[in-house]
């Protein structure tokens, strides 16, 4: 997870929020690269408790930012170890001084942290380990040892 909290106001214009999410939204990056697995349980979970939107815009491997091989993630990814990256997206306040905790949108932040946990709690209570079984596999550096 990485800067859950921010929301796009709405009737906001200014171009460095153009990608910044909804209160009720979220990016959902790596389920439809890494595992199907991953993704199914991400969706039943969120249609059988919070119904957030989840944008899947950064959950492609030519996506032009690279959100998701330039995250923190990535490298339990590349090792074999299933992951799931949760993000609000870039905004105006992205590391600079005025990004203070007055803009954090409590709120979205307690959904989401919610919906994390029931992620967690889905995923422990599991039968089995979720497979990495999407396009991941074919990239450069994927070891894969793991599943």
Do not use: W
């Amino acid at each position: 997870i990485d800067m859950i909290g921010r929301s796009k106001a709405p009737g906001d214009t200014n171009p460095r929020n153009a990608r910044l999410t909804a209160t009720d939204e979220i990016y959902l990056i790596g389920p439809k690269i890494v595992s199907s697995d991953i993704d199914r349980m991400a969706r039943t979970v969120n249609s059988g408790y919070l119904n957030l939107k989840l944008n899947d815009h950064h959950d492609r491997l030519e996506e032009p930012e690279r959100i998701f091989s330039r995250s923190d993630h990535f490298s339990y990814i590349q090792k074999g170890v299933p992951a799931i990256f949760l993000f609000s997206g870039a905004h105006e306040d992205y590391h600079q001084l005025t990004d203070h905790v007055d803009r954090i949108d409590f709120d979205k932040l307690e959904r989401i942290t919610k919906y994390i946990c029931a992620l967690v709690v889905n995923f422990s209570n599991s039968s089995s380990r979720p497979k990495i079984d999407g396009p991941v596999r074919s990239m450069p550096g994927f070891s894969g040892g793991l599943n």
